[in-house]
Each structure stands twice: as structure tokens, then as C-alpha cells.
């Protein structure tokens, strides 16, 4: 009993973080004047831009997991599996997008590659255009953004699954005959089915969720994300909360296939042997030819935000036409120590600090009673994992919903238009990092010891 209580009282709390926003979305959406109505239902279907956003949705998404695979999956088998000159440290710079935050890409690709940017002036100049080589703007180039921004989950994933494939699995290909080629589709592809899948359904779900790329780059072409807040800023409320219900539910969908793919992985990498030595190239032109490969990869898909860094360095309005920044100082980094532009960076570090402490309390919580299997633990580790697949628009859109009216007894209140509302949101969306995180430690941990100390 001193147990169930806390696990009873953790899942009370992550329900009202976590379902109950949800929850009041739904009623909303199914809500009007006169009672409950399936109206704003029907007018969803009835719309052609709807179904036309969600179908654009659907296949950004699918054409982003391709894209994304084809720049990830053979990076991986470059950096996992041969052996070049400086091979770690590339490995580790193309890793890099991963930990920072997606409008940062954005924004550093907007840079480079927008109508204005570094290289598309120097294109202009270069060949003598009066008018930019190109428009940055459209499906393409949002897929473009998508497949910079997400091809690491692809190389994070295929390497980790290329670190777990048994060497002997191999030798024993080997000796039967089998070539690399055939090695390569019968041996390895199986046995990196699940890393795969785990990869293209995180990619599948981020591209759902992206706003960032759309918005900037989109021009005319709406998905559901930017629909949703087009329908909210024109006062369409009630159809906002439908569009927001209908990502939602393909977001579930995905979060049904992650949780397949999971339990396929655990099935297929619970045991592993030793590693396969990297192939170390013994000609020297080889070898210079994938350390130069692996340089001018990184250099490329580094280049956005290397571009970043040099425009912070441009003073206002002194790069107007020239292809290359006529001047280069620190006045915008020392400019940001003033106190109307430092406060900003302020709030963001105590609201993310805030929002990380708890976090971690809750997920290490979570963690600890979800990692005993029973309908409770599956519960709490099932409401740790929703904010993965609910898109960070849905949820944005559930919490205005929810905390814009103070009634404490069915546990709304006032938050909309207070310091509170962004660390709630960090807290919700960053629960499945902690959590995750937390649960397989646990897991990994004999119940014997527990039950020993206890």
C-alpha cells in the first residue's frame, strides 16, 4: 500500500499534465452554443484546404523519412565502419545538429540558402544575375530543411545498430560464400530493420510536428501545423481545435508504431556479440579519399550554422548587396549584454532550468514505478511517452485551452499571460527525454537489489 499510493498520486499528476489538456481539446472541439455538436466535425471535412493540409502533412513527413535516410544511413556506414584519419571527430561534428534546438537550423539554412543569403549571393555575384538564381520557397524547400534538420536520426540510429551487429554473423556469411553486396542485404538490413524503423518513425513524427519550416519556407503551402494557427489567428477557434484533434490522432498512430518498433528492437538486440572491426583502407589514396569524403560532408552539413556564426558577427544595415560582409565585429554580441536584450536570454535560462528540475523529478519518478510491469507502471510509462508523438503545436494549442480560466475545482486555472505557461510546456514536452532515459536505467537494474535494500 505505502507503494500503489505514490504511483496512484504520480499518474494523477502526469494525467492532468498530460491527458487532461488533450482531454480538453477534444471537449472543445465537440463543443458549441447549443451543447454537444459534431458540426465543426463535419465543416473539417467538408473544407478542401483541411483535407488538402493533411494530406500535404502526410507526405512532407513520408518524403522527409526518405530524404533524411538517404543522407543518414550511408554517413553511418562511413564514419561506423571504416577506418580514416580523423574519423572521430567528423563523426562527432556530423552528430551535432542533433543538440540544438530546430529553429536554430532553420533559421542558419534561411541564411545561407534564402533569397538573401550568403550563398545565394555569392551565386549572384559570381555569375552576374540581376535577380537571385533561386527562391527558397515550397515543398522543396521545406523538404530540404527537413532533410538537413533530420538526417541524424538516421546516422545516430544506424550507428548504434551497426556497433550491436555480432562480427560472427558476418564471418559466418562469409564463409558460406556470400559477398559484401549479398552480405550487406541478407545479414546486415535484417538485423538493422528495427534501428531503421525507430529512426524513420521519429523522423516521420518530428516532420509532422515541424512548424518552423513551413512557416518560413512554405510561402502558400499550408500543412496542418500551419493551418492550425492560421485558423486560430483568423477567429476560428472551434475548427482550430478540430485540426488540432486530427494531428493528434495521427500522432497517436505514430506513437502505436514507435512503441511496436521498441518492443520489436529489445526483441532483436537483446543479445549481441562483438562488434565487427572497422575495414581500414590499406591504399593511401583511399585513405585520403574518405578522410576528404568525411571533411567535405561535415563541412557541408555544417555550413548553415557556420554561417550563423559569421552573420552575428555583421553590424545592422552594412551588408546590403555585397556577396561577402563588408564588415565583421562584436558589436551584436556586446549589444546583447544590455538589459532590455539580455532579459530575454534571462527568462529563457531560468524557465528552461526550471522546467528541467522538474522534469527529471517527474520522469525519475515515473520511471521507477513504470519499470515494474503491471497496468499501473504501463500506464505511467505510457504517459511519459505522448509527448513524444503529440506535436508541440497540439499541445501548445491544448494548453492555451486548458489554462485560460481560473476553475480550480475541475483543475483549470489562469496561466495564458503568465511567466508559469512556458515552463509548463518545457516540463510536458522534455518528460519522454527524462523519462526514457530514467526507465531504461531501471530496467537494466536486477529487482533482486531492491528488494534487498528494502
Excluded: C
Aim: aromatic share 10%; glycine share 10%.
Amino acid at each position: 500500500m505505502k507503494r500503489f499510493l505514490p504511483a496512484v498520486s504520480l499518474a494523477a499528476v502526469l494525467l492532468w499534465l498530460v491527458g487532461y489538456p488533450l482531454l480538453m481539446t477534444l471537449l472543445e472541439a465537440l463543443g458549441g452554443a447549443g451543447g454537444w455538436t459534431t458540426g465543426h466535425f463535419a465543416e473539417f471535412f467538408g473544407r478542401r484546404d483541411e483535407w488538402l493540409a493533411l494530406w500535404r502533412s502526410l507526405w512532407i513527413s513520408a518524403a522527409s523519412v526518405g530524404l533524411a535516410a538517404l543522407v543518414g544511413v550511408p554517413l553511418a556506414f562511413l564514419f561506423e565502419r571504416t577506418e580514416f584519419p580523423g574519423r572521430r571527430l567528423l563523426g562527432a561534428i556530423v552528430a551535432l545538429p542533433v543538440a540544438l534546438p530546430p529553429l536554430v537550423g532553420v533559421i542558419a539554412f534561411l541564411f545561407l540558402y534564402g533569397e538573401s543569403g550568403f550563398a545565394t549571393r555569392a551565386v549572384q555575384a559570381l555569375l552576374g544575375l540581376a535577380e537571385p538564381p533561386w527562391r527558397l520557397v515550397g515543398p522543396g524547400a521545406i523538404l530540404l530543411v527537413h532533410a538537413y534538420s533530420m538526417y541524424v536520426y538516421f546516422y545516430l540510429f544506424t550507428r548504434a545498430g551497426l556497433s550491436r551487429v555480432d562480427a560472427a554473423l558476418l564471418e559466418a556469411a562469409a564463409s558460406l560464400g556470400a559477398g559484401r553486396r549479398r552480405t550487406l542485404v541478407r545479414v546486415v538490413l535484417p538485423l538493422l530493420r528495427p534501428a531503421l524503423a525507430g529512426a524513420a518513425l521519429l523522423t516521420f513524427m518530428t516532420s509532422l510536428a515541424s512548424f518552423s519550416a513551413p512557416y518560413l519556407f512554405g510561402g502558400g503551402f499550408r500543412v496542418m501545423t500551419t493551418q492550425i494557427v492560421a485558423s486560430r489567428l483568423n477567429g476560428e477557434i472551434a475548427l482550430a481545435q478540430v485540426e488540432t484533434v486530427m494531428l493528434a490522432a495521427l500522432a497517436f498512430l505514430g506513437l502505436w508504431a514507435m512503441r511496436r518498433a521498441d518492443r520489436a528492437e529489445a526483441a532483436a538486440t537483446g543479445v549481441r556479440g562483438v562488434a565487427p572491426a572497422r575495414r581500414r583502407l590499406r591504399s593511401p589514396l583511399a585513405r585520403t579519399a574518405a578522410g576528404l569524403l568525411g571533411w567535405l560532408l561535415a563541412a557541408v552539413l555544417l555550413l548553415p550554422h557556420a554561417v550563423l556564426v559569421l552573420v552575428s558577427l555583421v553590424p545592422p544595415f552594412t551588408w546590403l548587396a555585397e556577396p561577402v560582409p563588408p564588415v565583421l565585429n562584436l558589436s551584436n554580441w556586446i549589444s546583447l549584454f544590455q538589459a532590455e536584450r539580455l532579459r530575454p536570454v534571462v527568462n529563457s535560462l531560468w524557465m528552461a532550468a526550471a522546467a528541467t528540475v522538474a522534469a527529471v523529478a517527474l520522469g525519475v519518478a515515473a520511471a521507477r514505478f513504470g519499470a515494474r510491469r503491471g497496468r499501473l507502471g504501463g500506464l505511467l510509462e505510457g504517459l511519459i511517452a505522448v509527448p513524444w508523438a503529440i506535436p508541440g503545436t497540439v499541445f501548445a494549442v491544448a494548453l492555451a485551452s486548458t489554462f485560460n480560466a481560473n476553475q480550480p475545482w475541475i483543475g483549470r486555472f489562469v496561466l495564458i499571460g503568465t511567466p508559469w505557461i512556458l515552463p509548463l510546456a518545457y516540463l510536458v514536452r522534455n518528460l519522454p527525454l527524462t523519462g526514457r532515459a530514467a526507465l531504461a536505467g531501471f530496467r537494466q537494474l536486477d529487482p533482486a537489489l531492491e528488494e534487498a535494500a528494502s
